[in-house]
């Protein structure tokens, strides 16, 4: 489960037969605190690719952007691949299962959410 926010809109593309493939960079702030001998232990924030697949990446691609405030449950998902010199290269995503959009949208848009838009979001494929 992450609480964070969207760094850049997100990238979609479709792939076999149309289907729909969303990736973000989410940010998750861990909040600064200060010790019983007064250090200071600055915020640390950590950034998360995110990638969304289906129904989800279509709802990510009509009502997610920039700064949005996003609840996502979802796996992880490790992966590697060789470079051009041939050096093995790892990464790691989220695969987003789950999805609430956070940020309140302006009153003008809220059409959405009062025609069944998605306050909440699950996968179903």
């Known amino acids: 489960m992450l609480i964070g926010n969207v760094g850049k809109d997100p990238e979609v593309r479709y792939v076999d037969q149309g289907q729909a493939v969303a990736r973000i960079t989410l940010a998750t702030t861990e909040r600064g605190y200060q010790l019983q001998n007064g250090t200071r232990v600055p915020d640390r924030t950590e950034w998360h690719h995110v990638i969304f697949w289906y129904k989800l990446a279509e709802i990510v691609e009509r009502y997610v952007h920039k700064g949005d405030k996003l609840y996502i449950e979802g796996r992880i998902h490790y992966a590697s691949y060789d470079d051009k010199q041939g050096r093995r290269q790892f990464?790691?995503?989220?695969?987003?299962?789950?999805?609430?959009?956070?940020?309140?949208?302006?009153?003008?848009?809220?059409?959405?959410?009062?025609?069944?838009?998605?306050?909440?979001?699950?996968?179903?494929?």
């Open 91 to 125: 990464y790691t995503e989220i695969w987003g299962d789950n999805l609430e959009l956070l940020t309140p949208k302006p009153a003008a848009t809220s059409d959405a959410t009062e025609n069944g838009g998605v306050a909440g979001v699950a996968d179903t494929e």
